[in-house]
C-alpha cells in the first residue's frame, strides 16, 4: 500500500517548454486535489475531481491543466512554463464525503524548477 | 469565502517546554480543522482533525488542539516538544464543496 505517489520527484524546466506531473493513488479514494507550495504563502489549490470524471478549479489555476485518467490517477499539465511556476508541487486525495474519512493524504512533492 | 490565518512565521521552544501554535479561520458554516505537519522535503502529514462534538480533540505525537467557536479559532498544543517536532505546521480549514484552505504555515525550531 504505497500510498499517494508522485512523479517526477525534480524537474527542471526552460520557460515554455511543456510537462505533465503524474499522481496515482491505491486507497480507491473518490477526490483527488493538486495543490502548490511556495515560501510564505502556504498551499494553494489548483484544480480538484471530487469523484471520477469531474474536474473543478481552485485558487490558482491559471496556466494549468488537469485530468482525472480513471479513479486512481489525476495529472496536472503545464503547457507553456512559466518561471512564475517554479514550486513543490503536492498531489493529494481524500475519501471525499463528509461524514466519513475527509481527511486528506498527500504525496511526497515534485520541486519543479522553470528557468 | 473562507481563510485560514496563521499569526506567527516562526516560533522556537526549548526541548521539553510546552507549545501552543495559532490558527484561525473564517468560515460561515461549522468548518472541518485539521492541523497537519509537514518535515523538511516531506510531503503533509495529519496531526488531528475536528468534524464536531468534543471541543478538544487529540492527534499523534502527543498534540491536542481545542475548537473555540466563539473565537475561530482552534490552536495546537503539546505539553512537552521533543527535538523531533521541529518542522512545519499547517492548519487548515474545508468547505462543503471539497476545498481545503491551509494557513501559511508555522516553522517551529526546538532548542535542545
Known amino acids: 500500500n504505497a500510498g499517494v505517489t508522485q512523479t517526477p520527484k525534480f524537474q527542471v524546466l526552460k520557460t515554455g517548454q511543456s510537462m505533465t506531473l503524474q499522481c496515482a493513488q491505491d486507497?480507491?479514494?473518490?477526490?483527488m486535489y493538486w495543490y502548490r507550495q511556495d515560501p510564505g504563502m502556504g498551499l494553494r489549490l489548483i484544480y480538484y475531481?471530487?469523484?471520477?470524471?469531474?474536474?473543478d478549479k481552485g485558487e490558482v489555476p491559471n496556466g494549468y491543466n488537469v485530468s482525472r485518467l480513471n479513479k486512481r490517477e489525476f495529472s496536472l499539465r503545464l503547457e507553456s512554463a512559466a518561471p512564475s511556476q517554479t514550486s513543490v508541487y503536492f498531489c493529494?486525495?481524500?475519501?471525499?464525503?463528509?461524514?466519513?474519512?475527509?481527511?486528506?493524504?498527500f504525496g511526497p512533492g515534485t520541486r519543479l524548477t522553470v528557468t | 469565502a473562507q481563510s485560514v490565518t496563521q499569526p506567527d512565521i516562526h516560533i522556537t521552544v526549548s526541548e521539553g517546554a510546552s507549545l501552543e501554535l495559532r490558527c484561525n479561520y473564517s468560515?460561515?458554516?461549522?468548518?472541518?480543522l485539521f492541523w497537519y505537519v509537514q518535515s523538511p522535503g516531506q510531503g503533509l502529514q495529519l496531526l488531528l482533525k475536528y468534524f464536531s462534538g468534543d471541543t478538544l480533540v487529540q492527534g499523534i505525537k502527543g498534540f491536542e488542539a481545542e475548537f473555540k467557536r466563539s473565537q475561530s479559532s482552534f490552536n495546537l498544543r503539546k505539553p512537552s516538544v521533543h527535538w523531533s517536532d521541529a518542522a512545519e505546521y499547517f492548519c487548515?480549514?474545508?468547505?462543503?464543496?471539497?476545498?481545503?484552505?491551509f494557513g501559511t504555515g508555522t516553522s517551529l525550531t526546538v532548542i535542545p
Open positions: 475531481s471530487a469523484s471520477e470524471g469531474t474536474t
Open positions: 487548515a480549514v474545508a468547505s462543503g464543496g471539497n476545498q481545503f484552505y
Open positions: 493529494a486525495s481524500s475519501g471525499g464525503t463528509l461524514s466519513h474519512n475527509y481527511e486528506q493524504y
Open positions: 468560515y460561515g458554516a461549522t468548518p472541518y
Open positions: 486507497m480507491n479514494h473518490n477526490s
